[in-house]
């Protein structure tokens, strides 16, 4: 689905897009507080910071003239394709450090990834002039993800139900998604399957030595 509306607030136009993220960010944190995890929030704004601003600067990356002719343009665009890419790699490395160092956990970098992912698509969707049948599956489905994540008991296991959901996430953009292989989110997803898989694949090891 891409994204073809824009909002105004305050006198400043934003894209469907920047709105989607910034109401998943509201999402993940209320959902921190409901699930009585309010020490996360500190470590999730860290996660969604860095994201952003490497998603949103790396626009200077590929439109240097154009930011230093119009300084105000990286407040209205980002880095597209490129910048999704270099902000998943650099979360990834990001993610890695964390966790060897002890400061956070697998099943607390899955629930942010599922609850931002989830509740961006889901918002993203409402937000856009989509097509109808589409949109209707891409709310339901996210809905559905957004009230499992809730449901969860323990967040022991949840790196691994987020690893399955992923996936289902990587056949629907793939399968059932007009632009399918075109489509940026993609480096996301393929992202933290690499970075989930790796982590079960290294506890079996531990647990097989």
């Known amino acids: 689905m891409q994204n073809n509306m824009w909002y105004t607030i305050f006198n400043l136009s934003l894209p469907a897009t920047s709105l989607a993220v910034l109401g998943a960010m509201s999402i993940t944190i209320l959902f921190l507080f409901i699930l009585k995890r309010r020490k ?18 790396s626009y200077v990356l590929t439109n240097w003239q154009e ?6 343009s990286i407040i209205y665009f980002d880095g597209g394709t490129f910048g999704i890419a270099l902000a998943a790699i650099i979360l990834f ?17 899955s629930f942010y990834w599922l609850s931002m992912y989830s509740s961006s698509q889901f918002l993203y969707a409402l937000l856009n002039d989509g097509v109808l049948w589409l949109t209707i599956l891409i ?34 953009t793939l399968l059932v998604e007009p632009l399918g292989f075109q489509q940026p989110k993609l480096w996301m997803i393929l992202t933290f399957i690499v970075y989930a898989a790796w982590y079960q694949f290294k506890m079996k090891r531990s647990e097989l030595s």
């Not at 996360?40 to 600067?57: G, P």
């Not at 060897?100 to 970098?109: F, H, L, M, V």
């Not at 449901?151 to 996936?167: C, G, N, P, Y």
């Open 93 to 109: 490395i990001y993610s890695v450090l964390r966790v060897k160092s002890e400061k956070d956990t697998i099943q607390q970098q």
């Open 67 to 72: 930011v230093m002719n119009y300084p105000l």
């Open 139 to 172: 709310v339901f489905f996210n809905l559905v993800i957004l009230i499992l994540i809730l449901w969860q008991r323990s967040f022991e296991k949840i790196d691994r139900f987020a690893l399955r959901m992923t996936l289902i996430y990587l056949l629907f």
């Open 40 to 57: 996360w929030i500190d470590s999730f704004l860290n996660y969604f910071v860095l994201f952003i601003l490497v998603w949103k600067f």
